[in-house]
Nanobody, 121 residues
Framework: QVQLVESGGGLVQPGGSLRLSCTAS????????MAWYRQAPGKERELVAA???????NYADSVKGRFTISRDNAKKTVYLQMDSLKPEDTAVYYC???????????????WGQGTQVTVSS
């Protein structure tokens, strides 16, 4: 059973930064792609950023140039550095584990509990 523990959410002013962390257990991790999704009130859950086992990265158009996903395989941790935050980034952010090394929605097998990010003045 894979467990994903997220941290780093909170309240930040527009233009500010936050870094989310997600530490995994019960998984090899080095063989697995990882991602961050988010869900805002009244909206569907969307993929924000993903990283393969070989560290190829993919970003939603809305966050390109502002967010950076990275991973530390030794710590079994994936990060999401969020800069130049906007009010529309407000959402619950979820860490996601894939059963394979590539990014494919059908291969998502575990979700974290979610961490709230609120961007407001």
């Amino acid at each position: 059973q894979v467990q994903l523990v997220e941290s780093g959410g909170g309240l930040v002013q527009p233009g500010g930064s936050l870094r989310l962390s997600c530490t995994a257990s019960g998984t090899i991790f080095t063989s697995n792609a990882m991602a961050w999704y988010r869900q805002a009130p009244g909206k569907e859950r969307e993929l924000v950023a993903a990283i393969t086992s070989s560290s190829w990265r993919n970003y939603a158009d809305s966050v390109k140039g502002r967010f950076t996903i990275s991973r530390d395989n030794a710590k079994k941790t994936v990060y999401l550095q969020m800069d130049s935050l906007k009010p529309e980034d407000t959402a619950v952010y979820y860490c996601v584990h894939y059963r394979t090394s590539i990014i494919s929605a059908r291969d998502v097998d575990y979700w974290g509990q979610g961490t709230q990010v609120t961007v407001s003045s």
